[in-house]
């Protein structure tokens, strides 16, 4: 069983940065991928980010790529996702997620969802 924790959320400027953290409990963390999807009001789920369980490899979606960079620390239990040159598009509720298998872009593939925190970014 894995619990997971989204903090970080928060109302950001067009332009701004924002650095949303997803802390896990359990000791097996360093077993799972860990993504982070977003929803926006009315839409489905999406993928964001994704990173291997080493760390070595990171995906993301077309939509972020050059803005938004996935990390994780193992040693914390705690995955990062770096957020800049923030838009209006990128609002939504942000969910962490962790999946025993490979990193996946599908959410119904993973295994463990968090709470969600909201980001939503103004213009």
């Known amino acids: 069983q894995v619990q997971l924790v989204e903090s970080g959320g928060g109302l950001v400027q067009a332009g701004g940065s924002l650095r949303l953290s997803c802390a896990a409990s359990g000791r097996t963390f360093d077993r799972y991928a860990m993504e982070w999807f977003r929803q926006a009001p009315g839409k489905e789920r999406e993928f964001v980010a994704g990173?291997?369980?080493?760390?070595?490899?990171?995906y993301y979606a077309d939509s972020v790529k050059g803005r938004f960079t996935i990390s994780r620390d193992n040693g914390k239990n705690t995955v990062y996702l770096q957020m800049s040159s923030l838009n209006t598009e990128d609002t939504g509720v942000y969910y962490c997620?962790?999946?025993?298998?490979?990193?996946?872009?599908?959410?119904?593939?993973?295994?463990?969802w968090g709470q969600g925190t909201q980001v939503t970014v103004s213009s």
């Open positions: 990173i291997n369980w080493s760390g070595g490899r990171t």
């Open positions: 997620a962790a999946n025993r298998g490979g990193v996946t872009t599908t959410a119904q593939m993973i295994d463990y």
